[in-house]
């Protein structure tokens, strides 16, 4: 099992950007697949982004396209989330996930606890 701390969440105003880091710890950290979910209030849990282990592949969901990147650095464990052109509509959790294999974060093997990011109008 992995252990995934989120950091990085907070309040900003509409157009402006966050950062989200994830640490992963128990499994070498290269060795899977890792992405990012969010789950506004009253909604599912929805896919935002995944990268594979090496970080060749990442994909998208459609509504962050040119506006978030995922990225990791193997070295410290850690993947990140940049946000940029925040909109109020990506105000959720945001989670940190860990894929079981190494390729794709879905089907997920470990869940982070959640950050919160609040973007204002």
């Known amino acids: 099992q992995v252990q995934l701390v989120e950091s990085g969440g907070g309040s900003v105003q509409a157009g402006g950007s966050l950062r989200l880091s994830c640490a992963a710890s128990?499994?070498?950290?290269?060795?899977?697949?890792m992405g990012w979910f969010r789950q506004a209030p009253g909604k599912e849990r929805e896919f935002v982004a995944d990268?594979?282990?090496?970080?060749?592949?990442?994909s998208y969901a459609t509504f962050v396209k040119g506006r978030f990147t995922i990225s990791r650095d193997n070295a410290k464990n850690t993947v990140y989330l940049q946000m940029n052109s925040l909109k109020p509509e990506d105000t959720a959790i945001y989670y940190c996930?860990?894929?079981?294999?190494?390729?794709?974060?879905?089907?997920?093997?470990?869940w982070g606890q959640g950050t919160q990011v609040t973007v204002s109008s």
């Open positions: 128990g499994r070498t950290f290269s060795s899977y697949a």
């Open positions: 990268i594979n282990w090496s970080g060749g592949r990442v």
């Open positions: 996930a860990a894929g079981g294999g190494d390729y794709y974060v879905q089907p997920v093997d470990s």
